[in-house]
């Protein structure tokens, strides 16, 4: 049994009602509770968090090595392009994590192109809707969910 954490970042509290023509009509909630049952159903925990708070977020990250979370599955949200602590946090803590968008950054606004996370990821899953979330929990279950 391994233990995950799902991590998302700004806004991400308003799936399903946000910009529903970008990031589609699903919430996080039912994100959270799909990935709990796949997580669960494979013998593993998952743990869940969101914040509008950057410091919350390299909170979280720190915790996540008492917890021995063994990968995390993070969506930064807007922090992508701005927030060098997580990426400090992120190397800190020397925990895999995979980076996951809903839409396709690379083929939106010209900031949105740059990720502070991406060459520190062990992947990037971007433009697949809620569906990538699921994508990343198995890559990670599978890599490290011994």
Not at 36 to 58: C, I, P, R, W, Y
Request: one cysteine or more; aromatic letters at 8%.
């Amino acid at each position: 049994m391994a233990t995950f954490l799902l991590l998302n970042g700004p806004n991400l509290n308003l799936l399903g009602s946000r910009e529903p023509d970008v990031y589609g009509e699903t919430t996080l909630d039912e994100v959270v509770e799909k990935l709990s049952k796949l997580s669960s159903d494979a013998g593993h925990d998952l743990l869940s968090f969101q914040s509008n708070a950057e410091h919350e977020l390299v909170d979280e990250i720190h915790k996540s090595i008492e917890e021995g979370v063994k990968c995390i599955v993070f969506n930064p949200g807007a922090f992508t392009h701005s927030s060098i602590a997580l990426r400090d946090a992120l190397t800190g803590t020397d925990i895999p994590f995979i980076e996951i968008h809903i839409s396709n950054i690379y083929s939106r606004e010209d900031f949105r192109r740059k990720s502070f996370l991406s060459e520190i990821a062990i992947g990037v899953i971007s433009g697949l809707g809620v569906e990538g979330y699921e994508l990343a929990l198995r890559v990670a279950m599978d890599r490290f969910g011994n």
